[in-house]
């Protein structure tokens, strides 16, 4: 008998909503985003994106199920981001996909986001299992993971101050790229040429496997401020290599560390062209990136988790989980 689960993220500015056959069939995938919302305040505002998410999910459940040609009945599991996120847009995806749990007498299982990214792959390449090291590199967070097995992490090395995504929305803005910045970042990067501008590259001759891209973003705004006439695609091109540059190497000394020739990048950033034609030439590893639309938040790899989460290691979550804001993997 085929088994169906539910998954609900609402971490941040999307709502998604996913449902799945047996774990890893998509049988819908729907991701809502709330960027034009945003776009003028230059980043996401917490209660608007609440509201907004309160407002849209009961209609993407309901378009979700319409796709899959399911009903409520036929779901034998819900799962949900619990964190890390914003409390306000947790709670809200949290909540209902609780509700629906407890009205539909089904198990229910919290999942954390950033395990989710993961899942994203484990959805996209079945054969590529653990152990590997993964890059997880999004809007939020950059952090390397040793992935020994599903469910058992350790985290090698994360950022110390912005996130590689956050970086890229903040410089995007210093051009006039709007919000979010990454992906029309990289199109005008791809005009514009990559060694134009000396910018440093944070940490990327240390031993340490953590990350630093404020002073990156600060170089830049010094830079705009002595050459105002310079060419933005030569800027966007240049912060973009620099970024590139230190995801890279950062993810190959992680793997020569661990000796490992299996190399998996999730999150937002993954969708970076320039990201993905360097690891993808790296000749002596195997590189794995998730398609685009698993790269961005979405409530297929949450559901991937929840489903893995109760089948294989027996996980329920009581109805009183509540969000952490701050969890980490």
């Known amino acids: 008998m085929a088994h169906y689960t539910l998954g609900i993220e609402t971490s941040c500015d999307e709502t998604s909503v996913a449902l799945l056959r047996d774990g890893r069939e998509i049988l819908a995938n729907i991701i809502y985003s709330q960027a034009h919302l945003h776009d003028k305040y230059g980043g996401v505002v917490p209660e608007v994106a609440s509201r907004n998410h309160i407002r849209k999910l009961p209609f993407v459940v309901q378009d979700a199920l319409e796709r899959a040609k399911l009903n409520f009945r036929q779901i034998s599991l819900v799962g ?20 629906i749990a407890y009205a539909l007498e089904k198990p229910f299982v919290g999942v954390n986001h950033l395990e989710g990214h993961i899942f994203a792959h484990y959805l996209e390449n079945f054969d590529a299992s653990p152990p590997f090291v993964a890059l997880l590199v999004s809007g939020g967070h950059t952090l390397l993971v040793d992935v020994r097995a599903y469910g058992d992490y350790r ?55 953590e990350f630093s891209f404020a002073g990156l973003k600060t170089a830049i705004v010094y830079y705009l401020r002595d050459h105002s006439d310079a060419d933005r695609a030569d800027i966007a091109a240049s912060f973009q290599e620099a970024v590139v540059d230190v995801l890279t190497e950062k993810t190959l000394q992680a793997a020569r560390q661990l000796q490992t020739e299996k190399l998996v990048v999730v999150g937002g950033v993954a969708a970076n062209s320039r990201l993905r034609e360097r690891l993808l030439a790296c000749r002596d590893y195997k590189v794995f990136f998730p398609k685009m639309e698993l790269c961005t938040d979405n409530a297929a790899m949450i559901a991937a988790c929840a489903h893995f989460r109760n089948t294989a290691l027996g996980q329920n979550n009581p109805l009183e989980l509540a969000p952490e804001p701050s969890l980490r993997l």
């Open 80 to 99: 949900a981001t619990y964190g890390p996120g914003l409390v306000g847009p947790l709670l809200v995806g949290l909540s209902y996909a609780k509700a």
């Open 155 to 209: 985290v090698l090395g994360e950022t110390r101050d912005d996130a590689a995504g956050e970086a890229f929305d903040k410089v995007g803005k210093l051009l006039g790229l709007g919000y979010p910045a990454g992906a029309a970042l990289d199109r005008l990067a791809r005009q514009g040429n990559p060694k134009a501008i000396a910018l440093p590259r944070p940490m990327l001759d240390s031993d340490s496997l």
